[in-house]
Every structure is written in C-alpha cells, then in structure tokens.
C-alpha cells in the first residue's frame, strides 16, 4: 500500500495551494480574488476540482523508470508569501528505485499566477537509463451545473501549437486519445473564465496527448526520448498556470498565453474594444454596469452619422411606397419595364435603396465584438451594477416572492429591452408590405426569448443601444425632413 504522504500548503497574496507528498501533485489551488458564487461568504474560486478518485493534476513520470505516484517527501512544511517574503521554494524528493532519484522544486512569485517547477531526474546507477518525460493533467470541468450560453462557449483541452491556438473539443476523444505534435509554447485546459496551462521549457518536439471526454480530459505534455549516464542528472523546466483568463495578465507572462482568451473572427475589434474602451472607462467609474452604458453611448456616437443616414435614407424609400405601388400596378405585366421605372424614381427623388442597409452592416461586426468581450471577458464575472442586478455575468432576475417557472425571478431588465425593441420598431420607417411588416413585429418577441438567459451585461447592452436608436430617430421626425423629403408635385 502507498505511504500516508503529508499535504503542504503554499499560500501567496493570490492563492492558496496545497500540494500533496503522494505523486507530489496539486491537490487544491483556490484563488483569493474569485469567488465561486455572489454570495459574501462565498469561498474563494477552486481550480483543482479533482475527486481522490479521479486523481491529481502535475504528477511527473520519465517512461517506465519513474512513475507519477511515487512518495516524495518534503523538505519544509509550508510556505506563506503574504508578508514580507517575494518568492518560496517548495522542494520535494523521491527514490524511484534501481538507483533512480527525482526532486522537485516548485517556485512561487508573490503577485503572480504562474509558478515554476523545476524536475531534476538523478542517475546514481552504475548504467546509462533512458525515458520520455511526462507532465500530467487531470481535469473535471470548473464549473458544476449548466450555463445557456455554454454552447456559445469553448471548454476543454488546448494548446499554443506551432504558432497557433488550438482547441480539442472534447466530443473528439470519444474514439480515443488524440495526440498533437509540433512547437508548443503552452498546453491545457479552459473554460470561459479559467485556465490551467503547462508551458514547457523545451518547446521543440514536445506532444500534447489528450484522451478521456466531457466529465474528465487527460492530458500529457511529453517531452523527446532522453539517455542520462551513469551519476548524471537532466533537469525538466516547466511554468505552471493555474488562474483567470485576464488578457493583460497573460500578457505579462508571454509565451503567447494572451490567446487562451478567444474571441474568434472578432478578435481583431474585441481586443482593443476591451482594453481601450471597456477596462479604461472602468478604472474612472469603479462599476462595469456604468462602463456599459458608457461605452455603448461612445461607439453609437461614433455610428452615429451613419445611422442618421441610413434612417432618412429608410423614411424617404417609405414616402415613395405610394407611388412605387401605383408603378406595380401600371407595369404588373412587364417587370423589365417595371425595373426601370423603379431606378428611374430613385434617381428622380436621389434615394439609395440600399442606404437603410449600411447603418445595419457596419453595426454588425462592432455589435459581435462587444458582444464576444462581455461574454467572455473575465472582468465581467461577479460585477455588480446596480438595485437587483448583482452579477453581469449572469441573466438578471427580480426576486418577487415566489418562483416564476423556468425562470425563477423576473426578468425586469430583459422585458425592458423587449419593449424597447418593439417600440423601437413600431416608430422605424418600414415597407409597404404587410408580411414584411409582421416579421418585423415579431423579432421583438423572438429576442426577448433569446435573451433570457444571457448575461445581463449583454441585455444592458442592448437596451441601452435600442434607448439611443429610439432617441435617433426622434430627433429625425422631429427635425420634419426638409431637405431629403420627396416633392409632391410630379408623376412617376
């Protein structure tokens, strides 16, 4: 039977560790400035959600040689980096047999997520030995539970291979275990808001095997056959990153680590938008809910002369229905005529069809970037706003008292954004005709279904956005259209 190994704590200004003397592994790894809930009690976030039954990550094997569950023993008790001291070593060693010696030195940094650990593997035989170094994860999913967005969302193994990101959807390794070669600058495991990476010191001809599914991913990072002679030794370097995915953090560490946050085709708008808009506004306003707003009010001011025109440009096609029906009527038989008495009306009163259009397009992109960075963006996690809104994280619910089916409270802000959105609608120049106009009605429904669920921060989006195009397009109607309203003189 194994020996009883000791647990030995590391506690830094960031987490507490606890690592344990059996396979030297992470047993618990608990982030001080995360929580698991909302809750003022709530615990701090755990990374190492493993089960003694599934087993801990960072165990170390060298081929046949030296085995992931050896007893190491360790050389100090605890570590505590929260007062004066700046770094700590944790050094453990371990007899692998057969004249085989191991030590393992990990290395923490106050003020910093990634930790070193340094494996010397010792040859005190008589005989040159041989084997492959292995670095193991095991990983259960962070978070217990389901979340609606989560099929928006990426959660499993990936890596940094040959210049590129890289994900392993877990579904994959349903038929077996899947190993990707090549230059690895790091190797993990994520979900929307964590990450638990290995970056190798040797980058060169490492491989990252994956084998297991949704429940629990093992992963090896591997490293190239090594022969040590007779009272050598080869030392193994590794960093180790277990905590949030907080894009200037990762950053600072390098190794390309800043692309664990993805935010896929939109990533070229999402990542100045979050580090130019979003996080700097914050730094004034100490509440992501009023940074929302802000930056939303920001970026329609910046669309705003394209709105403008694209919604005079939608009042005056509505102002000619009344005589491109009449047109229909005339020419029912004869489209190609038809066609140009149509563009011939266009000319005559200067109006782009396709001037409603351009406001929508260039919204697009802008609208999924932001969208991308407040879904994902661990700064959003556990914000408060305001009143009820205690998470923007989350959808938004109005405790009243009893539980609404399938929603549990009320969901003030998500109704609120469904009436702006109707209204909005309703008060928007539309065509003439009449199935169009239904469609059109509908999609006020249709969204505020879709938005049950989602963070608050994208419903506050959303409202805010639609409170600022129903502002727009009062002031138009207001302002009567002197200059783009068609002459009511004249025949088509």
């Known amino acids: 039977p194994p020996k009883p190994g000791r647990d030995i704590t590391v506690r830094t200004d960031l987490f507490t560790a606890v690592f344990s003397e059996n396979g030297a592994a992470l047993k618990s790894l608990v982030l001080s400035r995360y929580k698991e809930t909302i809750k003022k009690d709530s615990p701090g976030k755990e990374i190492v959600t493993n089960s003694p039954e599934e087993g801990y990550p960072l165990k170390f094997s060298w ?29 453990m060693r371990a007899d692998a047999g057969n004249g085989i010696v191991v030590e393992r030195r990990y290395r923490f940094t106050k003020g910093s997520y990634l930790f070193a650990v340094d494996v010397v593997v010792k040859n005190t035989s008589d005989h040159p030995i041989q084997g492959i170094p292995s670095l193991e994860q095991i990983t259960p999913p962070f978070e217990s539970g389901s979340d609606p967005t989560d ?75 090594e022969t040590i002679a007779p009272g050598a030794e080869k030392n193994y370097g590794y960093q180790i990153f277990y905590g949030p995915k907080k894009i200037r953090e990762l950053q600072e560490i390098g190794h390309n680590l800043e692309y664990a946050v993805d935010f896929g085709w939109f990533d070229i708008l999402a990542r100045p938008m979050l580090k130019w808009f979003l996080n700097p506004v914050y730094s004034v306003v100490k509440n992501y809910g009023v940074a929302i707003i802000i930056v939303t009010i920001l970026f329609k001011l910046i669309l705003w002369p394209i709105s403008q025109k694209g919604l005079k440009s939608m009042k005056n096609m509505q102002k000619l229905q009344p005589k491109m029906v009449k047109l229909k009527e005339k020419y029912k038989n004869d489209p190609t005529r038809l066609n140009q008495e149509v563009m011939n009306l266009y000319r005559t009163y200067k109006v782009n069809p396709m001037g409603g259009c351009l406001p929508i397009l260039v919204q697009i992109p802008i609208f999924f970037a932001l969208y991308k960075v407040l879904l994902q963006s661990i700064e959003l996690r556990h914000a408060p706003f305001m009143l009820w809104i205690n998470d923007l994280s989350s959808p938004d619910r109005l405790p009243i008292g009893f539980d609404i089916p399938y929603l549990g409270g009320l969901p003030v802000l998500t109704l609120l954004m469904g009436a702006s959105m109707w209204y909005q609608q309703k008060i928007t120049p539309t065509s003439a005709d009449p199935t169009q106009a239904k469609i059109l009605m509908f999609m006020p429904v249709l969204f505020t279904f879709m938005f049950l669920n989602f963070p608050s921060g994208l419903v506050l989006y959303w409202l805010v956005n639609n409170l600022l195009s129903i502002l727009q397009q009062k002031l138009i109607l207001r302002q009567g259209e002197k200059n783009t309203a068609a002459p009511q003189g004249g025949e088509a």
């Open 151 to 225: 099929h928006f969302l990426f959660t499993g193994p990936v890596t940094f291979l040959n210049g590129k990101r890289l994900e392993i959807p877990t579904k994959e390794l349903a038929d077996g275990p899947k190993t990707e070669q090549g230059n690895i600058e790091w190797a993990g495991y994520e979900d929307n808001y964590f990450l638990r990476a290995i970056l190798p010191g040797e980058t060169d001809g490492a491989s990252f095997t994956m084998r297991g599914g949704d429940k629990l991913t093992l992963t090896h990072l591997t490293g190239k056959l």
């Open 63 to 91: 081929g046949d040689l030296v085995g992931g569950d050896l007893f190491y023993q360790a050389e100090t008790a605890n570590l505590d980096l929260r007062g004066e001291s700046k770094t700590g070593t944790l050094i």
